[in-house]
């Protein structure tokens, strides 16, 4: 048997194996020893790239953030803002939320004071969202209550389903349609009353 090539240890390829440990255990499961013995190394050498366990969480945020960002940037195509662009933004959302559940766990992490990467990177993923509403809000400030309007029924729709608060044996892409549908009426039959 040949001796396995060498593998330069990287950011990268630290980041990409604690997110398929955290996907794996979660994040409040993922002591550095774990990590060192997946990259099979000795936990010291990874005190070369992270100042201990809390710093590769916060790399592990901004991980989870790039990643959900991409994703969601990529899976619009070519619709319109508005309820269609919206709608697909959404099941890109919960999509990622079920494929990578401790990536999505670390990515609801708060930044930290000074974490500017963590910060920009999800102020990418508001805007995107923002955009998705379009021109159904007429101001920052109702831009800003549509959008965590929005995020609250994602997340909360997505965490309940992690968590098995669904068991009626009713579709749930319906459901959740139905949640994002609802939402987006509102916001455009808001100025009507």
């Known amino acids: 048997m040949s001796p396995r090539p060498h593998v330069a240890l990287t950011k990268e390829v630290i980041m990409k194996a604690a997110a398929e440990l955290a996907n794996e255990y979660g994040t409040l499961n993922l002591p550095l020893s774990l990590l060192a013995k997946k990259l099979k190394i000795k936990p010291p050498s990874l005190y070369n790239h992270f100042d201990g366990l809390a710093d590769l969480k916060r790399e592990l945020?901004?991980?989870?953030?790039?990643?959900?960002?991409?994703?969601?940037?990529?899976?619009?195509?070519?619709?319109?803002?508005?309820?269609?662009?919206?709608?697909?933004?959404?099941?890109?959302?919960?999509?990622?939320?079920?494929?990578?559940?401790?990536?999505?766990?670390?990515?609801?992490?708060?930044?930290?004071?000074?974490?500017?990467?963590?910060?920009?990177?999800?102020?990418?993923?508001?805007?995107?969202?923002?955009?998705?509403?379009?021109?159904?809000?007429?101001?920052?400030?109702?831009?800003?209550?549509?959008?965590?309007?929005?995020?609250?029924?994602?997340?909360?729709?997505?965490?309940?389903?992690?968590?098995?608060?669904?068991?009626?044996?009713?579709?749930?892409e319906e459901s959740y349609t139905m949640a994002i549908l609802a939402f987006m009426d509102g916001i455009k039959n808001k100025g009507t009353e």
Do not use: W
């Not at 662009?85 to 079920?98: D, G, H, P, T």
């Not at 969202?129 to 101001?139: H, K, Q, Y």
């Not at 920052?140 to 995020?151: Q, S």
């Open 61 to 172: 945020t901004c991980f989870s953030l790039k990643q959900l960002y991409g994703e969601l940037a990529g899976g619009t195509g070519g619709a319109k803002a508005g309820t269609e662009k919206v709608l697909q933004l959404s099941k890109v959302y919960l999509s990622f939320a079920r494929g990578n559940p401790g990536l999505y766990e670390a990515a609801l992490s708060a930044p930290g004071p000074g974490d500017q990467e963590t910060f920009t990177v999800g102020e990418q993923i508001v805007e995107l969202v923002r955009e998705a509403i379009g021109p159904m809000v007429l101001n920052e400030a109702e831009a800003i209550h549509a959008v965590r309007g929005l995020r609250s029924i994602m997340h909360g729709f997505a965490s309940l389903e992690q968590k098995g608060g669904f068991g009626c044996p009713l579709d749930l």
